[in-house]
Every structure is written in C-alpha cells, then in structure tokens.
C-alpha cells in the first residue's frame, strides 16, 4: 500500500522558513534612551540654547528639557534585523530561502533532500538568530539601550521549527523514518 499523504516535517519547514524570511523585516529590538542618556541629552539641549538662542529660547530650552527624564526606560522606536544586522539579516534570508526550497522541490518529489539537510540549516539559522539576540549591535555607551523585541523572538522559533521538522521528515521515498534506524537520515 503506497502511503500518499504529504510529509508533515516538510510542510512545517517550509511555512517555517517563510515565517524566518519575513521576521527578518519586524521589530527585533527596542530602542530606548536611560536616565543617563535623558540626562546628557537635556545637558546638551541647554548648551546648544545658551550658546545659540536668545532668552526666549533659553526658556523653552529649559521648560523642554525637564520633560527629558519622562523618556527614560520607554521604547522610542524599533529596528528591525534588516536594519541592524546586515550581514546577519542576509544569512538568514538565505538560509531561509535554502530551506523553504529544498522543503518545496522534495515536497513536489523534484529533489532527494534528506531531513538532516533541512534541519542542518535550521540549526545554522538558530545558531545565527541566538547570537544576535545573545550579542546586539552597537557600540554600548549607556545613553540608549536596546532591548529584545518580538520579531526576534519570532525568528528564534521559526528557525527552531525548520529544525525539529526536518529531523521529523522522512527519507526521499519513504513515508516515515525507517524502524530500523531511529534517526532515519541523520545516521553515518
């Protein structure tokens, strides 16, 4: 009996690896400024009143600048991992593309992509995604902070789903993992 049902690993790498491409291009970090960086900020604002406006100005200068501190600890804005982690943004993209292809041309039965080969690219992509968020950009002069934001958490489950499904995807030919050996391809 031929066994027609589509690979459910495959399927999963494949959604998975559109889900990696995409969050590449959502928030992944939270920019903030902290009370040092409020601090200085107001400093220099000061600085640049006294030195180039009138008394008018000063005053505005001073009565904004006391709003500084409100700011501090709050997200200003979000980066996305296109926009911060060029070469990092472009790996992932690729592996992504890698992925969600060779989960697409064994899917329509073109190629013999084994699951070890899909998951050995989600694992690449895990590693990639971990050390972005284990390491952010940027030089650390404690005026802004950045903060982990959803996008890379995003990216960090979707590489580990392209992972798990293609340890979980069968041998080119077979419906399941053999009963013999229970790591299907993965084995030497």
């Known amino acids: 009996m031929v066994d027609d ?31 040092a960086g409020a601090a200085e900020a107001q400093q220099q604002f000061a600085v640049v009143a006294q030195q180039y406006g009138n008394a008018d100005l000063q005053a505005m200068a001073d009565h904004i600048g006391a709003q500084f501190g409100s700011v501090a600890g709050r997200p200003l804005t979000t980066v996305s991992a296109h926009q911060a982690l060029k070469d990092i943004s472009v790996v992932l993209l690729l592996l992504a593309g890698i992925s969600l292809l060779a989960s697409l041309l064994r899917l329509a039965g073109v190629l013999e992509v084994g699951g070890g080969q899909i ?10 995604v971990l050390f972005r968020m284990l390491s952010p950009p940027g030089t650390h002069t404690g005026l802004i902070s950045l903060s982990l934001s959803w996008g890379s958490w995003l990216a960090l489950a979707a590489a580990t789903a392209i992972a798990v499904a293609g340890i979980g995807s069968p041998l080119a030919g077979q419906s399941g993992a053999s009963e013999h050996d229970p790591l299907g391809d993965l084995s030497l």
Not at 9 to 31: C, H, M, N, T
């Open 5 to 35: 049902r589509v690979p459910r690993g495959l399927l999963i790498s494949a959604l998975a690896s559109a889900v990696l491409a995409v969050s590449v291009f959502l928030p992944w970090y939270s920019v903030s400024i902290t009370p």
């Open 119 to 128: 998951a050995l690219v989600g694992l690449v992509a895990v590693l990639c």
